[in-house]
């Protein structure tokens, strides 16, 4: 009955091993993104309480300069050790961090219960970017795996059913671990809890390979060996940022990627620093943007049920790309608008649900006709480097809205903030629009031809 149910919904599956495959990569995936989003309205609030909210602009550049080495260091792990062994490592390592920061920030001096924020807390500045990396290193490393493991017919299938269970966790993780739910007096014990699931993911991604079948393991089969834009060499140490400026077609995914997350940054700050006026406590800030969490899970598990993956899987790739900034140019309009902190709510959850349920399941197929280098090491610093970096550029926007506010005020300062950020929003869109359209193009070629494409 669930194989006819998701059939109906997201295509006809081959196998009930086909389905189970996809099952079970869902929940890896779910417990992942729930222990983000747990991990993610407490990187606000606990930053917020340690090290104040005007210095977050300046946390997401930092966390820039630190993501870099660590894409180095990824990058050598996965030509040192098997995918899966990578996984492992970096979820154990994910788990005992987590274990430390839950200690420290239950500190009565250092941590939480020392109410006095400053600049110079460095434990804040070190839980930002920890939040941060684990967000890019660990969903982009599985997101390889399972692109290396499935054919392009498969994924439009089953990218749905792992982009459903992952919005479950986004749904439960924060509602279930949220401190004013279970009683705590600040969010301290729910990182230790999050690290214990860290070592779960861990066990069931070993256990998935164990108990999958192996003609269920197998990804894309090029017929013509040749990619599309040349042959890659060896790889080498940078092999994956050489394969990014190098390759248009990643350039492609990673300015698409970019310009979507430089948008949504400057909606996030304001966010962020909306609410935080009008919840100035720590454990009442986490609920807010814990709420916001589960509504934007909520949202897009409902667009998945609903098919809105069938957009991709019926109207082609080109469609299902340029939706996006369709809508997020819309958003932009109705922000300038009426730039109030109902209006930056709703549209940071319809634009987060959106991305998460359509958007980010057929930028993932984007990968299913390269390389394995391109798959592991230049989606890697596509999606670490362009995340964090795009973040970093729209930080710098968002600093503007201090010298704003101190040139004319903080009414007229904030209205013109809004008004430049729009502009510039707008143009972006209108640039991601047209790079949808050709990355969209050369997947379609590649894959009627069976080719590569880098």
């Not at 050790?81 to 920030?105: E, H, Q």
């Not at 949220?178 to 690290?195: D, E, H, T």
């Not at 966010?271 to 589960?294: G, I, Q, R």
């Not at 019926?314 to 922000?335: D, E, I, K, N, Q």
Request: hydrophobic share 50%; charged share 15%.
């Amino acid at each position: 009955m669930l194989k006819r149910l998701a059939s109906t919904i997201w295509g006809n599956f081959e196998s009930k091993e086909e389905l189970q495959k996809f099952f079970f990569l869902g929940a890896i995936f779910g417990l992942i993104i729930g222990s983000y989003w747990a991990f993610r309205p407490i990187k606000d609030s606990i930053f917020a309480a340690i090290v104040g909210v005007d210095y977050q602009p300046v946390a997401k550049m930092l966390s820039l300069c630190i993501i870099i080495p660590l894409v180095i260091l990824y990058s050598k792990l996965i030509d040192s050790f098997p995918r899966n062994k990578v996984f492992y490592v970096l979820t154990i390592s994910y788990g005992l961090m987590a274990l430390g920061f839950a200690y420290y920030l239950g500190h009565p001096q250092y941590g939480l219960p020392n109410t006095v924020t400053n600049p110079y807390r460095y434990v804040g500045w070190l839980w930002y970017v920890f939040v941060e990396s684990f967000g890019s290193l660990i969903v982009a490393l599985f997101w390889a795996i399972t692109a290396d493991i499935t054919s392009e017919e498969s994924a439009k299938r089953g990218f749905p059913v792992i982009a459903l269970l992952g919005q479950m966790g986004n749904i439960f993780g924060p509602w279930l671990l949220n401190a004013k739910r279970l009683g705590f007096i600040n969010s301290s014990p729910v990182i230790g809890i999050v690290g214990i699931f860290c070592f779960i993911m861990a066990g069931l991604m070993w256990l998935f390979l164990k108990v999958t079948p192996k003609s269920q393991l197998e990804g894309y089969k090029a017929q013509v060996k040749e990619p599309l834009e040349g042959a890659t060499e060896e790889p080498g140490f940078l092999e994956g940022l050489k394969l990014l400026v190098t390759k248009p077609y990643l350039l492609g995914i990673f300015l698409v990627i970019t310009i979507y997350e430089v948008i949504v940054t400057v909606f996030d700050f304001l966010l962020k620093a909306m609410s935080k006026a009008a919840y100035p406590l720590e454990v009442d800030h986490a609920e807010y943007l814990t709420n916001f969490a589960v509504t934007t899970g909520v949202v897009a598990t409902l667009a998945v049920l609903f098919g809105i993956n069938n957009i991709q899987r019926r109207l082609g790739m080109t469609t299902s790309l340029v939706l996006m900034p369709v809508l997020v140019g819309a958003a932009v309009f109705v922000l300038k608008m009426d730039p109030s902190l109902a209006i930056v709510f709703w549209i940071m959850v319809v634009a987060k649900a959106v991305n998460y349920a359509l958007n980010q399941p057929t930028l993932k197929q984007l990968y299913i006709p390269t390389s394995k280098d391109t798959k592991y090491k230049a989606q890697a610093w596509i999606e670490m480097f362009g995340s964090r970096g795009s973040k970093a550029t729209g930080s710098i926007i968002n600093n503007f809205r201090g010298t704003f506010v101190r040139q004319y005020g903080f009414v007229d300062g904030a209205a013109w903030f809004i008004t430049v950020s729009s502009a510039i929003s707008l143009g972006l869109v209108g640039v991601w629009f047209f790079i949808a359209v050709f990355v969209a193009q050369t997947y379609n070629k590649a894959i009627k031809e069976k080719r590569i494409v880098c």
